[in-house]
């Protein structure tokens, strides 16, 4: 039983009676259009690789066809410079030919000179054997003149010697003269050191006074120094004296380091009757007018209080 297409198409939504078999059929001609679909499909894949890669392959030619195009007209390029090297080898060549010529005449001239220099070379080497002969003749004659010179040379030794012997004579002359001038000069020395001694003994015996003088001298000294110790000895009682009669620590008015304000302090009054700086302690202290401070008038001209200044550190402070 067939289907009623035209029916369907009528009404879609209509259910119509089909027999199996021809669903069956169906279905079965379904799965081969899908298998064969699905095989198109493959093809088609395939297809499509196989074209983007002989795309490919066509765009890869076309780059080797350009690169030859280039080469290949770079070739013409240096085929028609190296025609012109050709060219240009070619006239060189043409101009060495010629060059080369010129040499051959050049060099059959030349051996006509050579020809012409060896028979002057024969006339030299005759010259130079005339020379040979004239050379023996010297040779001869300075052997007999070196003869002559070894003669004159064994007499020149032989009064060298003589002249030595003289001058060794001459200086022993000499000596003798002079060891004759020393004895002179020995005996005017000994007659000098005689007198020197006599001299010396005079002196040896005012040495003798002066030793006597030196020892009642020396005793003179002892008693001085006896008075010199009994001296101290009244000069330190006379020191624990004043020691006891000292005055008092003095009070002053001086400002201080850290806040600039006067403060009334003692000054230390030591052993010697130094003052000393409120501030260091030092000792080095000047005095010096304090123009702040007027005591009194005299002939017009005012009379200023005494302050202290210390040298260490600069400090003041008014007495």
Partial sequence: MAIEWAKVEEKPDKSVKVVGRYLLDTRKRIETLEAELEKTKGEKEQTEAKLSSAELRIETLNAELEDKINKNKELEEDLGSNKNLLSNVRDELEEVKGKLATTEENL???ESEVTSLEADGENLSNAISEKDQEVSDLTTKLEEANAKSAEL???ISDLE??????EVAETRVTELEKIAGESESLSS???EKDSKISEL???LASLENMTEQLSERDNTISELNAKLEEAENRINELGQELEKLKPPEEEIVAATPSTGKTVTTTIPWGASGIYACPRCSSKRLKQEKDRTKI???AAGAPVYATKFKCMNCGNEWKK
Avoid: G, P, R
């Fill in 161 to 166: 010697e003589k002249a030595k012997k003289l």
């Fill in 108 to 110: 059959k001239a030349k």
């Fill in 295 to 297: 005591l009194y008038m």
């Fill in 189 to 191: 020395a000994v007659e």
């Fill in 153 to 155: 040379e064994t007499k």
């Fill in 201 to 203: 003994e005079s002196k």
